[in-house]
């Protein structure tokens, strides 16, 4: 509407619309959306505003904040610097929008935190913001309730529980001032609480203060879900450390059910609908635990139906991880990062489908352990097309593209409405408001269906790669081999390899006990190669043979013996092995 209504295409308040756009999406986690409506704000505060102004530092500066969301750290901490040069060219020295440079820097690293050093940055970052409040006339307090905050944060990470303690302290007396005894935050503080001592293994104490942080939401702020749904994750993560498999089951199914009211919380084997999910980012771990928690508590309880759901639940994370790789739920990822995470339960997937291969003996449960491992390499390699997707198809009108991103992103915010209203009382709940979002969801995902179809006739390319979910079938991969033709796919994880033995007319696997110095050993192989290190060479060409390909070669009922073609489908680094150059005899 502002575009339509505002002549003047340099007009501020279009700038401010797209910054509050932007704000918006980002709520809702649409990051690259939040982006890109960031970059129309600032295109236009550049035109009048020129480089150096505050209104570009804040730009700058959330911008920053979301590609923390995205797991980008090191963008974050170039875009954050950007916006401190700017506040320094135009702001005098004290002032308190410092404080905001400082806090963000330390909530970077707090978030990042992949190190003891990253956490000291964040302290004496946190450090510079007490500095500011202390010559500042009159702080906002504000502020300093969530300095203390990420100052316990810090010493949390720190496993400095007894300081962490002291700053939250400080942050509950100084919300009691303000706000009084039954402050908003009560609930958070009681969640954090539980968090410092639940890493302090005070297992008691940490169940009273979670379960006091749920009855406190419950019982004044029902609507704050994502609350709701964290306490519970810990209080699932408590019992999991207890050895109390179902207890953790039954509390990661009511975190999830803050997210899907329709999920029954009494059968913690029943997973929510793909077609509810809406936010990668939270429940890509907490779908992770519940899998990790159903196989312990097969492991215990010898009950077969955890064993299955354990491993549904690994398949329903594959399936959401292609989507959202894909762009449909939002969930915007630093495509290492994102790799780091989905390649665990990638591995514990396959693990369990072996496990109940060899619980049955039913030969699709090999067939599922592949689809994992295939569902891995698929996702790794679409996040690289998905670099190259501006220039791979230029071709593809710039309306098809923002239709499609229009589409993702009013479905996302939609499904958020519709879990929040789903989350109120009885009495506070509007069902025809629900019915009618319900309703417009429906009509929004035929559009989508629409849209696709009209791109797989127009652009079959993009289509391939956006819309279409084509699953590989053991039937169709088995007649596309000749007779002779051995495939080989690899999955490296973290304590051996698996290989997928597909012939035309079986699939086989084997679980390969990974050498130690396993990369070391493929490292120093391209060496001697590159090198004409001929020693070095054969004694490494022949390990590489025995760990790679004489398990399948060697054993008859692989068939591998009468097989004169093999088609090898490497994993990670042994992608850079000449498969033709090993040796078949030791040195």
């Not at 505002?6 to 709520?27: G, M, R």
């Not at 390499?377 to 998905?386: A, I, K, P, T, W």
């Not at 408001?433 to 993009?462: G, R």
């Not at 060496?527 to 790679?548: G, H, P």
Request: charged share 25%; proline share 3%.
């Amino acid at each position: 509407l502002i575009k339509k209504f505002v002549k003047d295409k340099t007009s501020i308040l279009l700038a401010d619309n797209y910054f509050n756009l932007a704000n918006a999406l980002s709520e809702f986690e649409l990051l690259d959306e939040a982006l890109d409506y960031y970059d129309s704000a600032a295109n236009l505060v550049r035109k009048i505003h020129g480089e150096y102004s505050e209104y570009m530092a804040s730009i700058i500066s959330n911008k920053s904040g979301i590609y923390v969301l995205m797991n980008n750290f090191e963008e974050a901490i170039d875009l954050n610097e950007q916006s401190y040069r700017i506040k320094q060219k135009t702001l005098p020295p004290n002032d308190l929008a410092f404080i905001f440079y400082y806090y963000n820097t330390a909530y970077i690293f707090l978030e990042r935190n992949e190190s003891e050093e990253d956490n000291l940055i964040a302290l004496e970052n946190l450090d510079r913001c007490m500095q500011v409040y202390r010559n500042a006339h009159s702080p906002d307090p504000y502020y300093l309730v969530y300095t203390y905050y990420a100052f316990v944060q810090a010493y949390k990470n720190l496993k400095k529980y007894d300081v962490a303690k002291t700053y939250l302290q400080k942050a509950i007396d100084l919300n009691i001032k303000m706000y009084g005894e039954d402050f908003e935050e009560r609930g958070y503080v009681l969640q954090i609480m539980g968090d410092i001592y639940l890493g302090e293994g005070a297992l008691e104490k940490a169940r009273d203060e979670l379960q006091a942080s749920i009855h406190f939401y419950k019982t004044y702020i029902s609507t704050e879900i994502k609350a709701l749904a964290d306490s519970y994750g810990l209080l699932g993560d408590l019992y999991s450390k207890q050895n109390k498999h179902k207890e953790a089951l039954q509390s990661y199914q009511h975190a999830m059910y803050y997210f899907f009211p329709a999920l029954d919380t009494n059968n913690f084997f029943i997973n929510p609908r793909l077609d509810d999910f809406y936010s990668e980012k939270y429940f890509l771990e907490l779908l992770s635990k519940k899998a990790v928690t159903l196989r312990k508590y097969y492991e215990k309880n010898t009950d077969p139906q955890a064993l299955q759901a354990s491993l549904d639940t690994y398949l329903l994370l594959a399936q959401y991880v292609k989507l959202s790789r894909k762009g449909f739920y939002g969930g915007s990822h630093s495509t290492l990062n994102f790799a780091e995470r989905t390649t665990r339960f990638y591995e514990e997937g396959i693990e369990t489908a072996l496990m109940l291969f060899k619980l049955n003996q039913d030969k699709s449960y090999l067939w599922k352990a592949f689809t994992l491992s295939d569902n891995r390499r698929y996702g790794l390699l679409l996040e690289e097309l998905q670099q190259v997707r501006k220039r791979t198809y230029s071709n593809v009108p710039a309306e098809i593209t923002r239709q499609e991103q229009n589409l993702t992103s009013t479905i996302n915010f939609i499904q958020h409405q519709l879990i929040e209203l789903k989350a109120q009382s009885p009495e506070e709940k509007n069902v025809a408001q629900i019915h009618a979002l319900e309703d417009k969801i429906y009509h929004l995902k035929a559009d989508y269906a629409t849209l696709a179809k009209a791109v797989e006739i127009q652009y079959p390319s993009y289509y391939q790669l956006k819309f279409s979910d084509e699953n590989l079938s053991v039937e169709n991969l088995s007649a596309s081999l000749n007779k002779g033709d051995l495939l080989l796919e690899y999955f490296i994880g973290t304590r051996s390899l698996y290989l997928f033995i597909i012939s035309s007319e079986t699939l086989n696997f084997l679980e390969i006990p990974k050498e130690d110095h396993f990369s070391n050993t493929i490292q120093g192989f391209l060496e001697s190669v590159r090198n004409r290190d001929f020693k070095t060479y054969t004694t490494a060409a022949y390990t590489l043979y025995r760990q790679f390909l004489k398990p399948a070669l060697k054993d008859e009922k692989l068939a591998g013996k009468s097989s004169h073609h093999l088609i090898i489908i490497p994993d990670a680094g042994m992608g850079y092995t000449p498969f033709e150059t090993l040796i078949q005899r030791p040195p």
